[in-house]
């Protein structure tokens, strides 16, 4: 069984300061995404990083795919208050089914 | 927007009743998946499909059926609901990529008592 390990659990910032998120497995991704769930929501695509090392930019989220596939990093320039939400990193380990991290629940603060 | 949709989205039930959760899809999409969210423990994969009649386990299937007769609709079905089934239960399709990208319905907050 695959573990994908999210840290930090939990994250609560002031509205303009800069946070990094990460996502770490002792196996090799075939391609890693991210999500963002907002509260009674289900959770919404926000990226897919399939290449080690890979940079992916969306705004102001940065998404880097480890150079050996098995870890990522989400990292947020300037959070506003819309950043609020849990973040999950899923793995694909190349069958037909993904493995979810447990997350991490990020709050701006205004 | 993937165009799922679940039902009910609420749901009390009292522990030993039978219940259905029912997920429907408008993008043709083959493959469909169920999973339930706990604090603590993320998602969890019960089961899912991969085509008409064709269904196999996740990793938390005990106690829960599921059964796909159409393309659109897949059915969760809690034969003795638990307390410990309590939970949100999220349905999901997958695009068709190579990457196993999903969509995932609304959710149904389901509550044993």
């Known amino acids: 069984t695959q573990l994908l390990e999210q840290s930090p659990q939990f994250l609560s910032i002031q509205e303009g300061e800069n946070l990094t998120v990460y996502c770490n497995s002792s196996s090799v991704f075939s391609s890693l995404q991210w999500y963002r769930q907002e509260p009674g929501e289900g959770p919404v695509l926000l990226v897919t990083?399939?290449?080690?090392?890979e940079v992916k930019k969306l705004k102001r989220l940065t998404f880097q795919f480890g150079d050996a596939r098995k870890d990522s990093s989400l990292h947020i320039t300037a959070a506003q208050p819309g950043d609020t939400g849990l973040y999950l990193c899923?793995?694909?380990?190349?069958?037909?089914?993904?493995?979810f991290g447990t997350g991490t629940r990020l709050t701006i603060i205004p | 927007d993937a165009g799922i949709t679940q039902s009910p989205r609420h749901k009390v039930t009292e522990t030993g009743t039978p219940v259905t959760l029912r997920c429907h899809q408008t993008?043709?999409?083959?493959?469909m998946y169920w999973y339930r969210q706990d604090p603590g423990h993320g998602l969890r994969l019960i089961h899912y499909?991969?085509?008409?009649?064709?269904?196999d386990k996740g990793e938390v299937s005990d106690g829960y059926s599921v059964s796909r007769s159409k393309t659109e609709d897949f059915l969760l079905t809690l034969e003795s609901a638990t307390s410990s089934q309590t939970s949100v239960y999220f349905c999901a399709t997958r695009a068709r990529s190579s990457y196993n990208e999903q969509f995932f319905g609304p959710g149904t907050r389901l509550t044993v008592l």
């Open positions: 899923a793995g694909n380990f190349g069958n037909e089914k993904l493995t």
């Open positions: 499909s991969y085509g008409v009649k064709d269904t």
């Open positions: 990083v399939v290449t080690g090392g």
């Open positions: 993008e043709n999409h083959r493959y």
